[in-house]
């Protein structure tokens, strides 16, 4: 095991976060926590989703979160100081060429961002050059192709399909959870290691279903049924099949199946 | 949480433990022991592959091994005798009309065995009536539907759809990991609990490449070549490049998920 640079990855000390780990938010970000004084890189924040985790996991470190949109990190700006948070500096700025200094970070902190980008090798070698040398990287993505459930259904993997593909039109890929060890590996990174998180989620956890299966993972498939049908790339029947497929598997004999990919490695 | 009775059990213990397992025995086993004194079934023990596991954890239980094939049972008996074990008995036959008395065991033990029957329900509900009240089932199952790797491949996933369909046609399901949890609860049980033990296998994790992907995985897939190429599921050439995709994971910028499913319940 090469966690040891992985602050915070103290398995005792976080069991009582984990303990209440029915959420997303606990599977993904209990074991990231950046020591008090250290200078954080948050590269692609969003509206903020993940940073009022972020902040409030590390509430000694100094965090700067970025994000290309300005609209985004005014959004996100409004939501960390609604969450009464001071640790947090934003900025606006593109992944691949923000205006910091070499090596002027302890740790760079990706969430949901590479699945966007045309060339995410390309980003992860430039915030390398943002950290100070055996600073860390930590990379949260998904996989489309990891979801599965019971019962099983064409319509619904269709339907997943769609925003698989219109994300790759995009130039993306919702399929980037099972490569980041080795975009990590080619892009300079050492030491790296990848630890999948997966949700899996049955009526013996109804948090779960609702907060994931349902509220998440299904409302994102179903907002892009206008692209698809108006791109063609599935018939509105199908699609709607595959919808009610989905819900159909939060019903009590329902399985659920997903899994996040969290990476991490050193400068 | 009804888990107070699954030793060790809590999210953040999944996680280290899928973390840290190196071979397929830990990921599955390393968390079923059996107490002092306590009567545990095997059902389906087969060879005796993970009769010797389970006898080795739980060394002051008293086992009885069950197969339907004679002579399956008797090559698990010369195996669990040249490992130096002496707790389990072995006995040949049917797992839905074995010859035990209501509420004799304190624990069920079932290991790759109802993916190949056609009624798995009934199996359980049959597992059900040897048990003591309180007592469990432990049941862990693959998933092949679970399986994706990098890089991606159509004639990957052709490949290990063979092995679905063939399973399928004998009346068996190779999907059945993801429906353990309703399984279990339509056939009676309590506080039904499925743990997703997932194999991640990149370069950094060499004993789960070897051992797992290459193998265990890969070498069952190719084991059905002939079935799937004499039965027209799929065509020779399309079968190997198939083969040859899945040994391409194993390279160094290579990855393989996979999943099982371990469930519990009390009777």
Redo the contacts between chains.
Sequence with gaps: ???AYVHGYN?RE??R???Q?TTLV??LH??TTFPVGSRVLEAGCGVGAQTVTLAKNSPGASIVSVDISEHSVEQAELKIRAAGLANVRFQQGDILQLPFASESFDHVFVCFVLEHLKEPGTALQKLKSYLRPGGTITVIEG?H??A???P?SDAAQAAIQCQVELQSRAGGNA?IG??L??LL??AGYRD???????V?A???KPELVDGFTKNTFTAMIEGVRQSAVEKGIIDPAMFDKGIEDLYRTTE????F?Y?FFKGMGKA
Tied chains: 1, 2.
């Design positions: 095991m090469n966690t398995p976080n069991i976060l984990q303990d780990a606990d599977l209990s074991d996989d192709g990891s599965y459930f019971h099983d399929l099972r490569s060890y080795p590996v080619a790296v290691w990848v630890s999948p998180r997966m899996y049955d009526s013996s009590p004999d329902g399985t199946c899994t």
